[in-house]
């Protein structure tokens, strides 16, 4: 059954264009989306351990300020023992303050069907998480901090931190740049704050998962509905992350984060 998920999230998204046609353009619009990408880069981390990834989605916007929305992925059992698939349940509220200043607040749930601890020999834990969100905008300008009300993609004491990752916050900067009719710059940049460590130092020292994430992209715009993107991220701390375990076998490690590149192709609906 989860293998499914992700292709009916695409066919939602193929339909979402001739739903908005339909709609009352004053009231709400409905606008689909999908992916091809050479890695899938969550917080400046790779979800796919450095592998391409299929994506789609499908957004409603009303305008009395509410949206919400659906989003799949496709991610790598080695980060999501038993699993294949993200997918990502959000809805948020927001109104302009005026014509350069906004804001939006909303909740986000992500769901990873078929991933759990038990799968690799552990304690049964879902990697299941939603977390709150409060942004504000100012013209190009997105502030976001997002604060989890669970614990963090399964981070618990079982997996030998100190406490449970309930509360772990992440703010991120983002703002766009348009260059030319077809060309934007984007900046980001993030900072997560676990507020638990291991007990344990891992192989590197590293007790403490916080770290910051920067990212730089460049989009091109080929049509209407179709554009090319390639980004270009960092993550620090690389003393906990360059020697992350897959959960299939821990003799394979990666470096989950450090600099990274990617190549997306995205369209529109």
């Known amino acids: 059954m989860k293998k499914k998920i992700l292709p009916a999230a695409l066919a939602f998204a193929g339909l979402a264009g001739g739903a908005s046609a339909e709609a009352d353009e004053a009231a709400y619009t409905v606008n689909g989306n999908v992916a091809l990408t050479s890695d899938y880069v969550f917080r400046g981390l790779t979800q796919t351990w450095g592998r391409p990834a299929i994506q789609g989605g499908a957004d409603l916007t ?69 977390e709150a969100n409060l942004a504000v905008s100012w013209k190009q300008w997105t502030l976001k901090w997002n604060r989890a009300l669970t614990d963090y993609f399964g981070v618990d004491r079982e997996q030998g931190y100190r406490g449970d990752s309930k509360g772990t916050t992440y703010w991120q900067l983002e703002g766009a740049y348009p260059l030319s009719p077809r060309w934007t710059l984007t900046v980001r940049a993030g900072y997560t704050d676990y507020g638990t460590e291991l ?57 989950v984060g450090g600099t990274r590149g990617f190549v997306q192709l995205q369209g529109t609906f």
């Open 62 to 130: 009303m305008k009395n300020g509410f949206a919400a929305g659906l989003w799949g992925s496709s991610v790598s059992d080695g980060s999501y023992p038993g699993g294949s698939t993200e997918l990502d349940l959000y809805a948020s509220y927001g109104r302009p303050i005026d014509e350069d200043w906004s804001w939006r607040a909303g909740l986000y749930g992500y769901l990873y069907p078929g991933a759990n601890l038990d799968e690799a020999g552990l304690r049964s834990r879902s990697f299941n998480t939603v």
């Open 199 to 255: 007990i344990a130092p891992n192989a590197d020292g590293a007790r403490d998962p916080s770290y910051a994430d920067f990212g730089l992209g460049l989009k091109y715009q080929i049509d209407a509905r179709w554009s090319l993107i390639g980004v270009a991220t960092h993550a620090t701390n690389a003393r906990f992350y360059r020697h992350t375990a897959s959960f299939d076998d821990a003799n394979d490690t990666r470096d």
